[in-house]
């Protein structure tokens, strides 16, 4: 691979990752742009090759670590970076697995340790960062702002698609995030925002399902699970009574509610009784594939 630090004027004419929405309005710093370039790089072409160099190339363009304030700069401006790609208007399914492949090519680069807010982490293998700068872009805009764009909606959802992809790879494991907005869709009472939360609850069941089944497995036998225990405490909505954690308990209330809201008496449009019911099904079908008993409820 080129390094993108010197690349020609006709190679960086094709990064077609400039014309993505949230890219094009940055003005982007000598490094940004080298590092935009890296991940176009593992997209076209779309191969186990191209997305091995631009971790490569990642690793080997990161400070010595031992620069710390560089090294922070830099390691915090890759997720930036990539994060800035996945949710922004237009991108798609193909460009999230291609990104998702480079962070799983580049945890296998060992750079050694680095402090990351008072804790050692493995510079790549524990991907530092990236939970920081992903929980800062999944916040709910409806939350925040007074008025949701049509651009703004697809800004959040497409960065939930993504983090739920990364639930299922494995790849910083947004836990928090995918509790969240499965109970904001699921635990509360069903309002004129119900349809809108059921899209953006969707994707964590359909990427990561089968990651939130194993946690319910670990967490067999929670009962009172204290506030402290910031791990496994998990507040359920008003409409949710079980034990405050990932649990079996809990899978099965969603399963109901989504079920409930794939009914024509729920009320809902066509459209979200599509996406609840598919939900169901694919929360089904991970209790069958795991062919256990475990999941009765």
């Known amino acids: 691979m080129q390094s993108p630090t ?3 004027t006709e190679t960086a004419g094709r990064n077609s990752l400039c014309d993505l929405e949230l890219i094009r309005r940055r003005s982007l710093s000598e490094q ?17 090759e191209t997305s091995k ?3 490569q190339w990642l690793d ?7 620069q710390e304030e560089e090294a922070n700069d830099y390691l915090w401006n890759v997720w930036d970076i990539m994060l800035e790609v996945a949710r922004s208007p237009g991108v798609t399914s193909e ?18 340790e680095f402090n990351v807010w008072g804790s050692q982490q493995r510079v790549w293998k524990d991907l530092p960062f990236l939970p920081m700068v992903m929980d800062l872009l999944l916040r709910d805009p409806a939350l925040y702002d ?7 909606a697809e800004i959040w959802q497409n960065i939930n698609n993504f983090g739920a992809r990364c639930l299922k790879a494995g790849v910083s494991g947004p836990y928090a995030q995918a509790m969240d907005a499965l109970g904001a869709a699921l635990e509360e009472e069903q309002t004129d925002m119900t349809e809108s939360k059921l899209k953006i609850a969707y994707p964590w069941i359909a990427h990561g399902s089968r990651a939130l089944v194993w946690w319910t497995r670990d967490n067999i036998g929670y009962r009172d699970v204290p506030v402290e225990d910031t791990a496994n405490y998990v507040e359920g909505g008003p409409l949710y009574h079980g034990p405050q954690t990932m649990c079996l308990r809990r899978w099965g209330f969603w399963l109901d509610r989504f079920e409930h809201f794939g009914k024509e008496e729920s009320g809902l449009s066509e459209e979200a009784r599509r996406i609840a019911l598919e939900a169901a099904r ?3 079908a991970v209790e069958a594939s795991i062919g256990s008993t475990l999941l009765s409820r």
């Open 60 to 66: 080997e363009s990161c400070p010595p670590l031992a």
């Open 146 to 152: 007074e008025e949701v764009t049509p651009e703004k």
């Open 95 to 112: 460009i999230h697995m291609r990104l998702i492949s480079v962070a799983e090519d580049i945890r296998l680069c060992a750079k050694g």
């Open 6 to 8: 010197h690349p020609d």
């Open 282 to 284: 694919t929360m089904r």
């Open 53 to 55: 160099e631009a971790a």
């Open 32 to 48: 940004e742009t080298d590092i935009l370039n890296a991940f176009n790089h593992a997209i076209h072409p779309a191969t186990s």
